[in-house]
Structures are given as C-alpha cells and as structure tokens.
C-alpha cells in the first residue's frame, strides 16, 4: 500500500514499495507575488556569507563552505536589543525570511537584530556546489547536528566581529523543522541562546517516540470539523479510486475526470495517484489558516472548509470522484492557471525535496500509517525493513536510517533538564499530536492554539487571525521579554 | 623554548619546536603489583564488548566497532539500585577501573551496578584495529563527541537488553579528561545521566577560556608549601643547566650525574632533557597523595615533601643539580629498580599516549605557558600557530587543531544552564585552576579539597586520607543520593 509521508514545509510522494521522500514531491512556491501575506519586497534585509566547516565533528576534512545568512540590523539598538535567529529549516532562507511575519511584527519594539541562517545544503548554501548531492560522501554533512553547529559557529562568530553585539542575547526562532532546531539548539547550545520559540515542531515524530498513526488522524480533524460527511467521502474515495483504477478504461476516465498532465498508465501510476491524494489532504490540513494565503499553494482563507464545499453531502461513484476532484483543484489550481494536474510536480525548489529525502532516510526517521478508522486515509502499516531497503534503492547507495540516533541526541522524551523553550502548537496541524502540548516545568512552556495550522503563530498579524493566536502571540512576546530580562539581571 | 606540557593522567614531553604530544612520553604503568592501593585483583568484573558505529555523526560510514566495558553486577539491587557509569578517558579503562576505588567503596550502601566504560581509540577499543592511529581517515573518529555519544548508545542499549535495567537512574562518575567526559555527558545527554561526578576535570583548559600561566603556577604552589626554597632551587636549575648544558663537557657531566640511559649530544637534547624535567614536576604535583601509591609511578606518601628534601636549602651550580638529580630518582627510581633515566622513556601504554597527541591537536586545545616569575618553571610563551604547525609534522598529514569547537560545544564558561554536576577538585592539583572552583549554582556544586591532588577523591577510602577528602566524598555521596531520590520521585 502507498504512503503519503508529509513533513514540516516539504511533501513528498512515497510511492507503493515504500521508497522514501527523495523521489518526492515539492509544493513550495519561494516566493509568490499574488501572496498577500508573503513579505517579500516589504521587509529589508542584507545577504551575506559566512565561512564553515564542512565538518564540525572529524578533522579529516578541513573543507569549508560559504552558508548563507539575511541580517536585518535597522531596529537593532546595540547597547540593549537582542539578536533574534531564525535556525533555518529546509529550504531557501529567503521564503522562510518572508513567511515569518512575526520577527518582523517584533523587532522594533524588541530593539532586535533579526538573522535568519540558511541550513546547510538548502538555498544557496551548497557545500559542495551542484555536486552537494552527488553522493554518499558528498552528503554526508547534511545532518541537522552539523547545522546546529553551524547556527553556533555563525553566531559565536558574529557575537564577537559585529560591533555591538557581543553582549547581546539570542533568541532562536523556527517552525516545523526549523523549530525541531531552534529547541534542540537550545539543549545543545544553551551558551549561545537564551531561549527558544519552536513553533509547530513534531519533536517526538522520531518512530519510536510516537505512534505511527498520529500524523494522519490528526490530519483527518479538521476535515471531520468543517464536515464530518467530507471525511467520510474522503474514506470511502480510496476504494472507489481502486475500482475505477484497476481497468484500463477507468485509468482513463480518472486520467480525464482529473485533468492530469500523464494518464495512469496501470496500477502503479493509479498507487501513486493516491498518495499525492493523500499528501494534497495533508497539505492543506498544514496551511488551513484564516485568512488568503500563499504558503504552499495561492489558498483561500480557510481552505479546507472550502474544499469540502464540494464533499458535504455522502457521495459515491464518479460524484463522489467528482467531488474530490473539485476538493483537489482549489489546492492546485485556485489561481484557474493550472492548464492539468500533474502527480509527479516538481517544485521549484528541488534541492529541498532531496535534502529532507536523504534526512529522513538518515536521523530523521518518521513513522507514519494510516487504519482509515481514527482516519479517514487508505490503510497502510509502518515497516521500518521496507523503508529501510527503500533508502538505499532510492538513493542508489547503501544509505542505512538510524532511528535510535534522533531520540538519543536530542533526549527523547524526558526533556526535564532544559529550560527557556516555547513550544507552540496549532491543534488544525497534522503535526500538532507529535508536538510538545503540555508544559513541561515552568520554563518548558506548552502553547496550545486551537484555531492554529502549522506555525501559524510565526506569521504575520492580520486582522483575520483568531483570538487564540493572537493570545499566543502575546503570551510568547512575555515570555521571550523575562529571558532577556533575566539575562540583563545576571549580566556581569 | 620548550613546553612541557600535561593532561590529565598523560604525561608528555613537547619539544623544542613546539611539536606536540603525539611525539610524547606516557610513564603509566596500567597494573602495577607493588602498589598496594591498586585494586588489580581485589575487585570482581566482567569484561563485555558492544557493537557501536564508528561514526555516529555520518551516515557514509557504516562500519562498526566492538567497544570494551567492563561490568560489576554484585552489589546491585535491580529493582531500585542506580547505575553508576565511568566515562571512560585516555586510556586502558581496566586501569581506570582499578584507580578509582571510590567507586568499588560506594555501589555496595548504593546497591549499584557498576560499568566501565572503555573511551574509543584507547585499550582494547580500537575503532580500526591496529590501523586505528594509520592516518587522517582512520583517526578521524576520535573525538570527544563521538566517545559522548558511544556511552549514550551503550547505556540506552544495556537499560532495554539488561533485565533490571530499564528504570535504573545512571550517575556518571570521571576523573581528569573523563571527568570532563562525565561532566559534559550530563551537559549533552541528561536524558540518559542524571548527574555526573566530575573529578578534577580541568574543563576550563581550553586555550581561550584560561590563562595558559594556570598550570604552571598551580603546579608550583605545592613545592612552595613543601618549602619555598625547593621552588626557588627549582627555578634556579634552568639557568644552570642552560649554562653546563651548552658545551660538550657539561654535557656529559650532566648524563653521567643524572645517569642518563642516552647522553644528551647536542643542545636540542638539553631542550628535551628539561621538557622531561618540567613534565615530571608536575606529574609530581598531580600524584602527590598522602600515602604510598603507584598511579603514574611507585611513590611514597606526600611525594614533593619528599623530593623537596634534597632541596632545602640554597644551592646553586653542581650541588643543585644532584640535588634536582634527587629529586627526580624519587619519581623514577623509588623502588631502586631503574638501571638508568630515559628522557624519551615510553609507557607501556603507547596508545594512550599517540591518542591524546591527536585529541590535543584537533579539539582538545589547551594553552601552556610559563613565565619563570608566578611559576618556578623556564619561561617560554604560547603560540598557537607554531603549535598548528608542529600538530602537522609531527602526524605527518595536515592536522589543524580548532581551539574554538570546544568552547563552543562544550558551554564555554557559560554553565548555568546545565544541572546535577559536581566538580570536585584538589588544590594541590595542577589542574585544579582551570576547573571549576565555585559552585554554580545550587545544582552544579563545586566541591575544593585544600590538601587533595589529582582526583583523590575518585580513590579508595585510606586511613591516611586527609578529612577535607573524607568530607568530600561524603559530601559527594549525599548529592549523588539526592539525585537518585529526586529521579524516583518524579518517576512515573
């Protein structure tokens, strides 16, 4: 059976023998100019370069790559503003840098200076040039370890060549996988932060930690809340896909009804069909936010409730395909501008879609299945052996996934020993069931954000936000404000 | 001029050129039988091997090595007795094992299980076999992270295969580099330790966080306790020898005085034979205990008190120098068995040796220094670029130490963060100023002892022990108590 395997700001298609992200799909605009709410061209930021080691951890390789980093310096008040870090995730930094409204919203009443550091291997910060992904040497730096290292590096190093800055505390800030390292940062690296905000991070979707069923149920929520009759459509489409699917004549008829760019050719194609259905479910889970947005696709304000226009009454047969189609479209083709749909889409970021491909086949193993019981996808099992065996097919090297890593380096469940993280969570998010929901002391800070998707916390104010992001947003601001009193109080 | 410079349990002579301690001495004795607080065949312990990654950063290499611990089950009450774990350092870990009886004296009132675990790269615990030192690539695992995380993977392997195991809280326990290696086991790992004993860990070492004067000074306060004179003749002796040493007939003399298994030829010899000299006034700083011991060699009780006999008085010329010649019998020749003195007298243990050489040319960075005024030692400064350069020759590939990694990944002074440590030093150590002399805070506890040299604390209780390290491994015991309460307390 297909899985559909989401993480963070990446989709991905994985196709029905399990091979994983790297042959998958990417959604991702960088930068849409019909975005209302994608800053670009509104905020004001320099570029620069900052020199790295390829390789923190081994001396063998005395190698150095040019990271990427935006700085934004015009708010900053040297003598007492904090320095403010977005830990990149991956992808440009630039499209991060534009979709994380809410630094910009703060900086000036923060004094703040704002840097958003690209990780590794994403953007343009390529250690090694195009030949980065050429092979198993060439992409063994991209472990989110060395990118910790790298945010340490770069800030270290700026702390003590920017003028002003020596002194100041840092902020580190992230959403998804952004926040997995903004929180992780602060474990490892507490010397160089004083506190983190991670914004809908799924720190416990490492395999073991969380049961595979989790993404997908959760994902499932805010579809059976704009219209239980929807979820139940969605359910009931997958057996009717397969009918339809397993003739010719009816690869043919889907092909149509679904305007793709290839028909199905045979059953293969018809699996593949199906988990890009179930990612576009997942997607839009992720971006059902309150207002016309442009995170992953151009959407309308809340677009699930919208696609389910279409699959409020039970359906069957080809309405019921019809149906799903229109819920699909609103997705793809909101604009109108889509002239066919096209299952095997490449975003224009490819490199992204790579790079977190070969990170869940390494550290970042996350499980993921479906029962179409407490969800409303086609079931499948979760088979560590089957993914596995898929990494080193996919990549076309022995490429073997270590999911005891992740929960070891980053301390698993028992996260008492830290301190001064946020971790904020939209309860619409797929994600949100593998998120940190409850504080865990008093400085490991749960913010719960029922009317929330996927960070939407770290984006921009807008007048059509929710009362309980804007609570959120004002709960965070206290909070980040005492670690930086705090830090003043104990400065000597 | 010459650097003598020390770590830890490692003695090394650098020379002239600055070229480091892989080229070094080691005078460990891992099982001496003379010794009568050597635990060799009084304590009981099994000996197992795990399979750990090589490289646990990467994921190119897959190889896998069997890593030595050794494990004393006798004392441990599964159901509620705690784990104690050594974090193994520069050595063979049967040594450690047998040196620090602390251990073997507390797990049976703790009802603990007892592990040892042997540090990569040293013993029996060869990553490569006997290519592990061959080159670059074979060498590029030995690091201080990749140890860190092989006791991680150790330890959360044995608790989910070890009946019994699963619940026990583990304290880690170390002493010198594996006190330093305990301390940030718990600063990266808390998930795993719940606190850690960090014995005489010099974790301040690091070149830019210390004052490379610190070991120096320190190393020559106790031979000023024992009598000021004995220091003066001390800091006296370099320009004597300088001046016998620059021709050939004082040259001679001078073998024949110090009985010299090779006579020095030219005055590059003489640099080594004062680098030797240097080397063993602080070896004799570390191990000076208050009973007879054989830690780096058979020695009697409070051993500088003893050395200082032959230099109590104002000397100057040939009587100083058989005076210096006595001193230094003491610390090679105690047992009267030594035919002659080797300056370039290599350990049993060479491993160890060539090991810490590499670890002080990459990431474990510490800057030595002298000015002959503070210290009684011949003046020489620090210089970090001759000292790269010399890292280089003396590996015979291209080895650039980073002085900044450690600092950076290791917290820097900037502990606050951290929780559950104590740092235990003794102020008759050498080492003690670059370790942590004051508490932190009410969990990170720093515990001086006046009269205490080199982690005498981590030895077997002795009736001529000093009460400061009687009250200090009382005080020791209640905290490790109170973190193992605290654990069960707040287990669910």
Redesign the interface.
Known sequence: MDVGCFFGLVCVVIFGNFVPQAAGIRRISPYNPRNPTDLAGKIDYKTFYFKQ?V????????DTYQQRYLLADQFWDKNEGPIFLYTGNEGDITWFCNNTGFLWDIAPEFKALLIFAEHRYYGLSMPYGSESYKD??H???L?S??AL?DF??LI?SLKSSLPGAKNSPVVAFGGSYGGMLASWFRL?????VVGSLAASAPIFEFSELTNCEAYMSTATKPYVKASPTCADNIRQSWADINKVGSTGAGRQSLSSMFRLCKPLANVEDVADFKSWLSDTWGNLAMVNYPYPASFLEPLPAWPIKKACGSLSSPLTGQPLLEGIFEAVSLYYNYTGQAKCLDINQQGTASLGDKGWGYQAC??MVQAICADGKSDMFEPFSWNFTSYAAGCSKNWHF???P?P??GP??Y??R???????IIFSNGLLDPWSTSGVLKSISPTLVAIVIPEGAHHLDLRSSNPADPTDVVAARTQEKKIIQGWISDYWK?FK
């Open positions: 080691q390789d923190h951890f081994g001396f063998e390789n005395t198993a040497h992409l063994n730096y472990t370890e060395q290292a340490g590096s270290t490892k690296y507490p010397n160089v390494t550290e022995p490429l073997t270590r005891d890593w070891l380096v301390w698993s028992n996260l008492k020993a830290a301190s001064n104990n």
